[in-house]
Every structure is written in C-alpha cells, then in structure tokens.
C-alpha cells in the first residue's frame, strides 16, 4: 500500500482493464489479467468476451477464477468447449488480445517463463511455456503486464518461451508465426510502453502516478526509447478500488 | 528408408525442412503400432468395465510407461486413480516414467514419488500459488532426467493427431523460439501455398487417466463443462482408466448421444469414484478445498513436510472410500454447490 491508497497490484489491474476493449475478444490467463478482464465487465466493457485456454469462453466474470480450468472461466458463459477449440480460434484470427506475463523480457517483448540459467541444468525451473507461446504466437495483439525490475527487463533473456517481436521487424513472419501479429503494450507498476513502429524495440509510452522517466530508464536493462511525450496514468478511481476490494477479490488472493 | 522410396523422394520435389528442435521424441509417433493395439485389445463388444481404482491400476499401469492425465490437478482431475498409481509405484519398487507435463497438483504429488524421469513439459505449477515446488526440486536436481518443451496447444494437438490416427499436425505456433529448439517439433516450407508451417508429432499414452462427469458401466462419459483436452487425450491412449463422480444406466447415456465425449470402446476401466478430484474441484458439482491445497502448499516448500503428507493422505490411506473418510464427509458436503450456481 502506498501512502495514495493503493497498492502497486491494484494500479497495474486497473491499467490493463483500461485497454481492454468493449466488443473484442481476450485470451485471458491465471491472476492478473482475470481481475483486470473481470473489473473492464464492471465498468467499461460488460460484452469483453474472455476466452481460457481450456474452452470456456464468454463469460461473466462474477466470481475470480483460481485456473485457467475452473468452472468460473464459463460461468454464466456462451461456450464451454475444449483447449483445441480455444487454440484454434486464436490461430483463425479470432482472438483480439492476450494477456501475458513472464519473468524475463527484452527489447523486442520476447518473453521467458520457462527456465532460469541453462534449461538442461536450470538454476531455477519455472512453470514453462502453458498458453503462453500459443497466446504470442496467434493473437493480433498481446498486453504484457510485469513487474519492471533491471533483473527482468534484460538485454538477453536466459531462454525465449513466446515470441514478442523476435530480432526486429519482419522476424515473427520470417520464422513463420502470423502475419501483423505481436506485442502491442507492456504494462508495469512503474509505466506503460508500446513498440516502435519501424524498429519493434520497446518505447516508454506512459508514467504511473509518482513515477519519473529516469526512474524507469534505470530499472530497464536494455536501452529504452522514450516517446516525445508522456502520458500520465490516473490513479485507481474509488469505484476501481471499492470493486477490486469487495467483490472481485474478496479473498485477497492478488491484491 | 529403401532404395527404392529414397529415388522416388529424390525423383520429387523434396520438402524443405527450415528448422528442426534438437531434442529426442520422448515417446515413439507409432500409429501402425496404435492400430493394431486397438485391434487387438479394444472390445467393441458393450463389456462391463467396472472395476476399482486398485484392481485397475494394478491391471494396466506398468513401470516404463508414459503416463497422460487430463485436465489440471485441481479441476475435474482423476485424483482417486492419481493417488492409487502414487500408491503402486512405491509398493510395486516403480522408477521409470515419463508423463506429460499440462498438470498441476496430481504432478506436483507424482514428483514426490521420484519415479518421473521425462516429461512433454508445457506448464507445471499451482496456477494462483505459483511455482511447483517438488517439480522444481525434481528438475533442478536432473532426478527427471529429460525435459522437453511445448506450449499447452501444441501438447493438445499432439493428441489430436494421434487421436485422428495420424502421424504429426501442422501448426501456427512454437516458431522462432526457445521452445520450439528444446521440443522436437520442425518447421517446414508450407505445401500448399507460401510460408512456413510447424509440425508438431502425434503423441500416444501408454496409460491415459480421466474423471468424468458421469459413465455407464461400459464406459460412455459425459463431462459437465469444459471439455479440457479429454476428448483428443481418450483416443490418444492405449490404455484408458476413465474415474467418473457417478455410474448411471445405459438409458441416460442413450437420451442424450450428443453428450458423449468418449465412447465406450476407448476405455479400458470404469472407476466410480466421487469427489475423485477433491481437493480439486468438479464442474457443477463442488468446489475446490482451498484450505487443504494451500496447506500442501505450504508444506511443500520443505522436500520432508512434502512426504508427510504423501504419508498422511496417500500411502496410509488403502482406498478412495477411506481418503473421503479423512477428508471428512462432513466437510465434502461443504464443498457441494448449492442450487444457486
């Protein structure tokens, strides 16, 4: 909790819910993203269409959902269908956003949740790749959402999981992945960043509350561009905070 | 390969092949193989398969094998058959399985057998806990010797070749990656028009398990919910112990063909089991034990306080009718949904 009221979880959920979209539909994974997805309901996009990996689509998300699996990801809902259908919505062009994160990033978004260290002698083994790479791969545009540290935001990551803009423009198609697909915005507890548009390196787009451009450039391992002007975040709004609070997530499992 | 089929490939134009994962096939792409094993041991005669947890992993789990277990470790998972194997493998002395990693509290509970030595890795972990951690402690120490990876569609449709009987699929994802270097995935020039296109290789079980909503004594099952991958991993299997809440009579499957997900020639067991996912939770029928998972959480970060509890809910306990005793039944009553939902 900082002195404002709020924690730095609750600003980053109600920066993500802010992009998301009225009428589209999102991959949505475990934590943040379903608190984010299930206040945008709330508030400014009561037909977001959430989509879990494991088939359930469309839901009202009344109650937090603590799996990809759980019966909450189509309560209410307007499918329940299986992981192939969900994954091959998303490769025909069907899925607007995913919602990502991952221990490591670099400049292009390229995301690595899969290892720490060599991945045939890990120092540390993390969860691994899930959705992820598919959510990267396929969707037209992903929103990351990390916590902004020097030890994450590196040059090199250890290993790539999911595919952000690879080594540069035309890389993704070169590999093979989808046309116009690839990372859209990164969200932190310190900013907002998008990616250039000619050379996809990450560029500081905006400040949260209190944050200052120098001080995101000196929590980013690799060299950051930084638009010709800033936008300012809003602080969580009471409504925000009173809604995360008593009704999304009562039980205090991320906030 | 012959002679003969070497000019033929020689004689046409050859696919290019742009990329290649460096990693061995952890378990063969033998669909000649599957065949036949239907043909020989898959009755289509209407076959009473009911039978208990003990009598069916006593019958068809064997050391050696690679084992698939549908859905996550805390949703509609076949826990009761998950804790009868954990329960085998140290009785019957078993060390040497591979399995596919889409799972979460059931693989968490097999690492601490120690018998895992390779996994199809896609995601291992406690979802909203985070970290596995006997996973990580059986990883980071190389007791699971071979880790490959995938993304969670790619191990789905891996099933979804070998249940259409065929030998791989072509697919969007995994290229440019890490993941697609440590798989044994390829990507080739498409050839039907321009690009490129991964494949990923059909991946049968030796021994698939699945919880079901409700099953026949034949092995018809209907899933209430999300349908997970059962459908794709049920026809992936060779062997098939299917765990359902409740059996009911051929008629209820007959009102409704539609809802059957996985017909009844596909299966090898019928094991009624109910709350066989506790302490995960059922679709429509009751909830996760919050409490008795984050407890195993906790403890789990100590390899020691890990084993108690494998001591206390597993090995001490002789069936899933005395582990609903411990549980409390009191307390499964707790866990039911009510009307409301």
């Known amino acids: 909790m900082t002195e404002n009221g709020y924690s730095p979880n609750e600003l980053l959920i109600c920066v993500a819910s802010r992009l998301m979209e009225d009428g589209t539909t999102a991959f949505i994974g475990t934590g943040i993203p379903m608190l984010a997805a299930s206040l945008a309901q709330r508030q400014h996009a009561p037909d977001l269409m959430p989509i879990f990996e494991f088939g359930g689509m469309g839901a009202r998300l009344e109650r937090l959902p603590l799996a990809v699996g759980d019966m909450w990801t189509f309560h209410r809902g307007l499918i329940a269908a299986g992981i192939c259908d969900a994954m091959e919505f998303a490769q025909l062009g069907f899925v607007d956003y995913g919602f990502l994160g991952g221990a490591q990033i670099d400049a292009y978004g390229n995301l690595n949740s899969t290892v720490i260290g060599e991945q045939k002698h890990p120092k540390v083994r993390l969860p691994g790749s899930g959705g992820a790479n598919d959510v990267g791969s396929c969707c037209w545009n992903t929103i990351i959402l990390m916590q902004h540290s020097k030890r994450r935001f590196l040059e090199k990551i250890d290993f790539l999981t999911t595919p952000g803009y690879l080594t540069g423009p035309g890389a993704r198609e070169q590999a093979g992945l989808p046309a116009n697909t690839g990372p859209y915005r990164v969200v932190t507890n310190l900013a907002t960043l998008d990616f250039h548009p000619e050379s996809k390196r990450m560029r500081l787009i905006g400040l949260n509350p209190g944050v200052t451009k120098d001080q995101v450039i000196e929590e980013t391992g690799f060299e950051l561009l930084v638009a010709d002007s800033l936008a300012q975040n809003a602080p969580p709004s009471a409504e925000e905070l009173r809604l995360l609070r008593d009704e999304i997530d009562k039980d205090r499992f991320y906030i | ?341």
């Open chain 2, 1 to 341: 390969m012959t002679q003969d089929d070497a000019t033929q490939i020689g004689a046409m134009d050859a696919l290019r092949v742009f990329d290649r994962g460096e990693y061995d096939l952890l378990q063969p792409v033998d669909i000649e193989g599957l065949r036949a094993h239907n043909r020989a041991n898959k009755s289509k005669a209407l076959v009473d398969k009911r039978m208990t947890e003990k009598e069916a992993v006593s019958r068809f789990f064997e050391d050696g094998q690679y084992l698939g277990i549908e859905l996550y470790g805390t949703v509609r998972c076949p826990m009761s058959v998950v804790r009868e194997v954990i329960r085998q493998i140290r009785d019957r002395n078993i060390t040497n399985l591979r399995i596919c990693g889409q799972g979460c509290f059931e693989q968490e509970l097999l690492a601490n057998t120690g018998a895992i030595k390779g996994s199809d890795w896609t995601y291992t972990g406690l979802e909203v806990y985070g970290i596995s951690p006997s996973w990580r402690r059986a990883v980071e120490s190389g007791a699971v010797e071979r880790v490959c990876e995938w993304s969670n569609a790619a191990i789905a449709w891996r099933f979804k070749a070998a249940g259409m009987g065929v030998p791989f699929l072509p697919v969007q994802v995994m290229q440019g990656t890490d993941t697609l270097r440590c798989s044994s995935a390829m990507v080739i020039e498409n050839p039907y028009g321009a690009g490129k296109v991964a494949l990923v290789p059909a991946l049968i079980v030796d021994l698939g398990l699945i919880h079901v909503s409700r099953a026949d004594k034949y092995g018809n099952c209907q899933i209430d919910g999300i349908s997970g991958f059962a459908r794709e991993m049920s026809r992936a299997s060779k062997r098939l112990i299917v765990s359902a809440e409740e059996i009911v009579d051929t008629d209820v499957i007959r009102e409704h063909p539609d809802r059957t997900q996985i017909p009844y020639f596909l299966v090898d067991a019928v094991v009624e089991a109910p709350f066989g996912s506790h302490p995960g939770e059922m679709a429509g029928a009751y909830v996760r034990d919050e409490p008795h998972i984050k407890s195993y959480y906790q403890d789990a970060q100590d390899a020691e306080k890990a084993q108690t509890y494998m001591e206390k809910w597993i090995y001490a306990v002789p069936d899933h009718e005395q582990y609903l005793d411990l549980v409390g039944r009191d307390h499964l009553e707790s866990l039911r949904l009510g009307r409301d939902v």
